[in-house]
């Protein structure tokens, strides 16, 4: 009855969109399977991911405190989230730009803390759900959740957006091993609808729903995943780049072949040498290399050399903006260069998410 009482204060248009706003928010919440019962959540991590997740938690009617090491990555954040407010904000029908943002805006707090210099950090005893979307540094994370652990309240859960690392590892140092999970967005979060869920070992099934439920509260489509190395989409996605590679190395095919086929015959929007050009060598490279370590037995983790090679060197492809683009040899003698014209959803799901 909320947005009911809303009427006789505000004006017509404000009414409109506070009424939105309520209903959208008690639609989110009342009918989900079941309520999460998250109210509070605070996102470490002011980059593309964590100011994407805080602004999307944000709309969802969540109340949001935005945490990072540096003032100007949280004042860059909160311009972006204010000009991605704002883009929403255009098509929305006579609802007063402003207001809409504004209302937005003013359910997210920023606080700056860096584990690299402080051992204590003041987590605030409301907060329900803490999301860790920082580098993907195990060691980075393992300081920053001990922080967390000896200062949040026992019924905070934790949980993070890797994208590659085990959650296991992740959590192995906390007291509070039934209350981790993981929470695997896409990039850009505000317009990806994916949300994997990770259920690591010691994640009991309570959490493992909480975190579902509040997936769905978000308006995300949730999968629910073990926690397997790149869950669901990498575990498939990466070997499959990876072995394009190598069809190309055993010289079965030639690259444009390779992607063409994949085009036409698979349905896929891009082809994988197209992909890896905007993804980038480096961040596969890196993906591979750090589960063949953990699982060496495993013929599709396996970094092959041309792609190996070509990240040494810093041919990375189109993210870094090099003279060349993604570019494969073959004897060092062949290059080949992708250009690539106008918007692919495929590269939106996947460029930020391994």
Not at 188 to 197: A, G, N
């Amino acid at each position: 009855m909320e947005g009911f009482f809303i009427f006789k204060t505000f004006s017509s248009q404000q009414f409109l969109f506070s009424f939105k706003v309520e209903m959208t928010t008690l639609i989110s919440r009342r009918f989900c399977h079941q309520p999460s019962g998250i109210k509070n959540v605070a996102v470490f991590g002011g980059g593309l991911m964590g100011s994407g997740i805080a602004q999307v938690a944000a709309q969802s009617g969540f109340n949001v405190t935005l945490v990072d090491q540096q003032k100007k990555v949280l004042e860059d954040a909160q311009k972006r989230i204010r000009q991605s407010l704002e883009k929403v904000a255009k098509k929305q029908d006579k609802v007063e730009q402003s207001e809409f943002v504004d209302s937005i805006i003013s359910r997210i707090d920023t606080e700056q803390f860096d584990a690299n210099k402080s051992s204590t950090f003041a987590v605030r005893p409301e907060t329900d759900l803490i999301i860790e979307a920082i580098v993907e540094n195990m060691d980075a994370k393992h300081k920053l959740f001990s922080v967390l652990d000896a200062s949040a309240s026992e019924k905070t859960i934790f949980a993070t957006n890797t994208s590659s690392l085990p959650v296991v590892e992740i959590f192995k140092h906390v007291k509070r091993q039934s209350l981790v999970g993981g929470l695997h967005y896409f990039n850009p979060v505000p317009m990806m609808k994916l949300l994997e869920v990770v259920k690591a070992e010691s994640t009991s099934e309570e959490t493992f729903e909480k975190l579902c439920n509040f997936g769905t509260e978000m308006n995300k489509t949730v999968v629910k995943c073990k926690d397997t190395p790149g869950f669901i989409v990498n575990r498939l996605l990466v070997p499959y780049l990876a072995e394009a590679v190598r069809m190309l190395e055993r010289g079965d095919a030639e690259m444009k072949d390779i992607d063409t086929a994949m085009k036409l015959g698979a349905g896929y929007p891009m082809g994988p040498f197209e992909l890896l050009d905007y993804v980038g060598l480096d961040t596969c490279v890196a993906v591979l290399q750090g589960w063949s370590e953990s699982y060496p037995d495993n013929p599709s983790f396996r970094v092959p050399d041309t792609m190996k090679k070509l990240a040494t060197e810093g041919k990375l492809g189109r993210k870094r903006k090099v003279e060349k683009d993604f570019i494969v040899t073959q004897s060092n003698v062949m290059e080949l260069r992708y250009h690539l014209d106008g918007f692919n959803p495929l590269v939106n799901y996947v460029q930020h998410s391994i």
